[in-house]
Every structure is written in C-alpha cells, then in structure tokens.
C-alpha cells in the first residue's frame, strides 16, 4: 500500500514516511535520538554564519549516514541578508556533497531560478536536484522540469492551479515543510485542484520517491 511521502518536514514528530529537516547543528543529535527516521541535512541560506565551514564539514560527514537520504536544505535566495557570492559559495559545495554520496539535493531557492538552472547546466550532476516549497508560476516550472529538476509543492497549493495542472507527476513531491497540517491535507489539495485522483497520485509519487531516494531506508 502507497504512503503519504513527505519529502521536507520541520516537524520531528512526523510519521516513518517523512524526510525530518535537520541544520548541521541537530543533526547529531537527532540520528541519535531517532536512528530509524530518515532525515536530510543542509546549511540553509538563511544560517550561513562565521561557522560555515564546521557546518559544511558536518553536512558533509553525516551525509554518509544511511539515515540521510537527502542534502538540504541548501538553495540561493536573493532576499536574505547573507551575501549572494558566499551563498553560491556554499551552495556548491553542498552540490558537490551531494554528488559524492549520490543522494538527492533539497532547494531552497528566491528569486534565482535563472542562477540555479545555469549551475545545474554547468555541473550537470548525477543526483536529482529538487526545488522545495515551490510557488512559482507554470512557465518557471516548464522551465525547471526542462532541466531536469523536480518540484516539491506544500504551502500555497490552491494558488497554483496552472502549475500545478501543468507538471508531469513523475516530477511531483509533496511537503509539509515547516506548517503544522498533516501531509494528508498536502495530497488531497493538490488531488482536487489538478484534478487527480488520491490513488494515482500516492501512486506516482511513492513511485517517484522508490526512483530517487535509493539511499533511503525503509523504517
Ligand atoms: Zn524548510
């Protein structure tokens, strides 16, 4: 029987079938405390402080733990404070990270798309690269599949009725992110505003999970 896949949750509590969000700082932590819940791990935009380089270092060690499935969050986002050149900096180096343990790399990305797509057109890397949260409009999203990218939708589902009605679903992922509604309410918007029916789309995306995360563990 298909599971409701959360690919990106803040919520510890979430169910086996959630990927938990963790920065450099918890990730210790939390394998410890929860050695079967599969998590990711990442040096957000937001966070790059004077300590990037230990946390690279952390995101880089645990990235090895059967338990991380995937690299992230790590993205580009051109309305925070941190300076867009270390951004990119320790973007990469996350890219890179995520190409040595072949796991698929979690995006956070505002307002630079184009950048993105032009450093996966220069890398052209082996892991699947997959914009989280994603609220853009239906061209920026052609734009992105082009390219091979997957997109994650959460928040602000029924706002994008033509983006959503317009991405394959092999493409599709679906989140929680950091909002306290049950993934279950994730998969019945996005099933009503495509329309698509609840079976086809669990379906589909523990297909698309089965094909991307092969380094997941089964919990
Ligand atoms: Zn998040």
């Not at 952390?58 to 270390?86: C, H, M, N, Y």
């Not at 995520?98 to 890398?123: F, N, R, T």
Request: charged share 20%; net charge negative; proline share 5%.
């Amino acid at each position: 029987m298909s599971e409701f896949i959360n690919i990106h949750s803040h919520q510890t509590e979430s169910s086996a079938s959630s990927i938990i969000n963790c920065y450099p700082a918890e990730i210790e932590q939390f394998v410890q405390q929860h050695p079967t819940q599969m998590c990711s791990v990442g040096l957000h935009p937001w966070h790059i402080n004077e300590q990037y380089e230990q946390e690279l270092e952390i995101v880089a060690r645990f990235a090895f733990s059967p338990q991380v499935v995937a690299i992230g969050e790590a993205g580009l986002d051109k309305l925070t404070e941190t300076p867009f050149p270390l951004q990119q900096a320790v973007f990469l180096q996350q890219t890179a990270i995520a190409e040595k343990v072949q796991k698929p790399l979690i995006i956070h990305c505002v307002k630079a798309y184009s950048k993105i797509i032009q450093l996966k057109k220069e890398l052209n890397p082996q892991s699947t690269w997959i914009i989280h949260g994603f609220r853009g409009k239906a061209s920026i999203a052609q734009e992105l599949i082009q390219h091979d990218f997957c997109l994650s939708f959460g928040k602000g589902l029924i706002y994008l009725e033509n983006t959503i009605c317009s991405v394959p679903l092999e493409k599709v992922f679906l989140e929680t992110d950091d909002s306290p509604n049950d993934i279950e309410q994730v998969y019945e918007t996005f099933s009503k505003t495509r329309p698509v029916s609840m079976e086809i789309l669990k379906d589909q995306v523990n297909k698309n999970f089965e094909e991307i995360f092969q380094n997941r563990i089964l919990c």
